[in-house]
């Protein structure tokens, strides 16, 4: 087990604060008793964790696929607001230069009126879900994880990009499997997740599904860089 009082993310500095995992933001007022916290030292906490965390809770509030989501609906409201701030000056800037109109048009070609797109900067909602997958391993097992292990994330986006071949086999040996694993569930309709682990050699990789307002899902794998395919290929239903 880990020291509680150094942080969970360098594992080197004394922690000062506690970092939520997945950012508390997504959750609105009043928040569930069942938020997870991690120790972080001032300078992991600081600099521009908060603004991807702002930036990833109005990405995926924005989204279509949580439009529904009543959840999802207050955060998106909240988001906006925050916008409004003289301090989110910076983000609203940005967000609204990745922002463009476009004809909307039905599945039989016909027009719709004109609508509202944005360009997802994607490394940046990688970095919080990162973040989060290292949090919620420190939770999980009382240890941040090795030094020499790294963390990479895939979403839809992604995997489509993937030639077919290799889409199927990414289908076939983590996504159908860690679909089995019961979930963990930190507020209904807001967050919950998967892990997998399987034993490597002297290693431990993990394979980790986080969904967010029920509907948008990243996948992350852990491990280090030579084993995490091989590892991945052995998760168990």
Partial sequence: MQRRDLCCYCRTSPAVSSDHVPPKTLFAKPRPSTLITVPACRGCHSGSWSKDDEYFRLVVALSEQTGANPEARR??????????RHQARGLRISFLSETSTV???SAAGLHLGRGLVYTVDLPRVFRVVERVVRGLHYHETGASLP??????????ETL?????????EYRM????PLAQVPRTILADRVFWYRVARVAQGAHELSVWALTFYASITFLALTGPAEFRRAGASEVER
């Fill in 160 to 168: 489509s990009s993937l030639p077919a071949e290799e889409l199927a």
């Fill in 75 to 84: 955060a998106r409201e909240s988001a906006l607001r925050s916008l409004s």
């Fill in 147 to 156: 030094a020499e292990h790294d963390v990479v994330v895939a979403s839809d």
């Fill in 173 to 176: 040996t983590i996504i159908e």
């Fill in 103 to 105: 004809s909307l048009r």
